[in-house]
């Protein structure tokens, strides 16, 4: 993360309580689906961290394994699973308390395929607009909202997302960043873009448990 404090962005990462995250996800057990899971969230914080773009990452999520994992690491806000619109509003509400002046960005937790190369790629080109967001790889979805200030933030995250932020004025994002455009709901997500660079904790998982994609 940048060293200088100096335009940088806040982060805001929510997530969902291990235990009812990734309900999507198909495994042979909800032991591995649950660590599976963390794994894509530390990957994407992995990646946050060490973009020079990125100033504060600031985690909401009231699951305390996930808490403990990123204790030191990034701000924590606990939410009450109210869903993801509310935990996005309980992230910027820190930001606002906090006095933060810099630009936001709120990612999501599903990104094991994200490096810090690719973010910055990404917040560079973001800090052209007020508002933007970049568009999961089927073009429907949203894996990443920005926005010039905390007063600026305009997310519409839900079922056909990107079609809802182009219609609240933010900018659709045109950089070439796969990595952050792949979240993952299944394995076969996995399977379909196995030749890109895959995140250390993911990988570490999926070795533990013999998973093959």
Known sequence: MTTTGFG???VVVPIRSL???KSRL???SDTLRSQLALAFFLDTITALERSTEVERIV?????AIIQAWVRGRCDIVPDGESGLPDAVDCGIKR???VHHSGP????LPDLPFATAGAVNMLLRSARKHRTAFLADDAGTGTTCVTAASTEDVVH???P???RAHVEGGLVALEVPVPGLRHDVDELTDLRQRQAQWLGYATNKVLNRWRVRV
């Open 8 to 10: 940088g962005y806040a």
């Open 19 to 21: 235990t009812t995250g």
């Open 26 to 28: 198909q495994t042979e």
């Open 59 to 63: 985690v909401v999520s009231g699951d």
């Open 95 to 97: 930001l606002k308390r």
């Open 104 to 107: 936001v960005a709120v990612v």
């Open 156 to 158: 519409r995250f839900g």
């Open 160 to 162: 056909n997302s990107a």
